[in-house]
């Protein structure tokens, strides 16, 4: 078992037998040369007939970790991506760890999939279709998220400082507004052309979209959430629902009668928000959802918690389209359970 810990600029690496003996560790440079020369070397030195035959245990640190995945994956290695949480909550507990560095956390990564094989799940690279719209969704995503952050401090602060020294304010900034505005219809259309050129990925987009509350953003969140429905199967709708945070779970504590529900707080928290703009763009509609709210509030169920039961129908729904390949359509009896 070989731990990984990654940084920007190198990583730390540990190789560790079943009986937990360290074999060879150091610490090899980020680029792709110096990869490429660490996998032939370790491949030599542990006199093995494949790279095949080693497990890569590699911390979860986003884009610093790509090269090494590509190449070790590409030479035909295997390897799993591992969030450095996950260790420590199965291997340290509560209690976490006094002590870390990153040989250290090299070795807790290999330790942890020596005592921990049975939760260990080969990694399979992301097609590159599916990458790119991740790229550019994230990029859009930040780049609305500057445009609010830009727009909003001056409109709140019209209730507060003088309306004329706001107003200059906007028209200076109104150029920078306009361009980013700019950016983001153009990352759109990219996003389109590449959802497009790819028949799975515009099927997918096309059937996703007819459900009442799905537009382009909560479509492809979802395929960027799913990983193109790789991570969660057609049939795991209700998992899925529970990963994003819209599935309540019990929270009590010893014989207390006062036993609750509530969304995890540790959910994927991209899609969460965007399922509530859906469901609350849906209220003064005459759909079925729509319907749906008015008669739930009118039986007295909270706000919160009809919008949250809105939120995972559209999942439901959005799953059992694809599922069955066919377009949703206003009562038409989809199967919503797994087949």
């Not at 040369?33 to 542990?46: E, K, N, P, R, T």
């Not at 970790?65 to 070790?72: E, V």
Request: charged share 20%; glycine share 6%; aromatic share 8%.
């Amino acid at each position: 078992m070989v731990g990984i810990d990654m940084g920007k600029s190198e990583f730390a690496y540990c190789v560790m037998d079943h009986n937990f003996r360290i074999h060879a560790q150091g610490q090899i440079a980020n680029q792709t040369d110096a990869i490429d020369l660490f996998c032939q070397q370790l491949v030599a030195q542990l006199r093995i007939g494949h790279i095949g035959e080693l497990f890569l245990c590699v911390e979860h640190t986003g884009s610093y970790n790509q090269p090494l995945i590509r190449h070790w994956v590409g030479l035909g290695g295997r390897l799993d991506v591992i969030p450095a949480t996950k260790v420590s909550q199965l291997l340290a507990g509560p209690q976490g760890w006094s002590d870390k560095n990153d040989s250290i956390d090299a070795r807790r990564l290999a330790e942890f999939g020596i005592r921990f094989s049975d939760k260990l799940t080969e990694h399979q690279l992301t097609p590159k279709a599916l990458k790119a719209i991740q790229l550019f969704h994230r990029q859009r995503e930040r780049l609305l998220k500057a445009k609010v952050s830009i727009q909003g401090a001056l409109q709140e602060a019209r209730l507060f400082e003088d309306p004329q020294l706001i107003q200059q304010a906007i028209d200076i900034q109104a150029d920078l507004v306009r361009q980013l505005k700019q950016v983001i219809k153009q990352i759109d259309q990219q996003l389109l052309h590449i959802i497009n050129q790819d028949p799975q990925l515009r099927q997918w987009f096309q059937l996703m979209t007819s459900v009442e509350g799905v537009g382009p953003v909560i479509a492809r969140e979802i395929i960027i959430a799913t990983q193109g429905f790789t991570k969660f199967q057609l049939n795991q709708a209700k998992q899925f629902a529970r990963y994003i945070g819209v599935v309540p779970l019990e929270w009590s504590s010893g014989s207390s009668l006062n036993k609750r529900k509530r969304t995890s707080k540790k959910a994927y928290k991209h899609l969460k928000p965007l399922l509530t703009a859906g469901a609350r763009s849906l209220i003064r509609t005459s759909g079925q959802l729509a319907q749906y709210y008015h008669r739930k509030r009118a039986e007295g169920k909270d706000y919160l918690w009809v919008i949250n039961a809105m939120r995972n129908k559209i999942i439901l729904r959005v799953f059992a389209v694809v599922r069955n390949q066919t377009m949703y359509q206003k009562n038409l009896n989809l199967n919503l359970a797994k087949p």
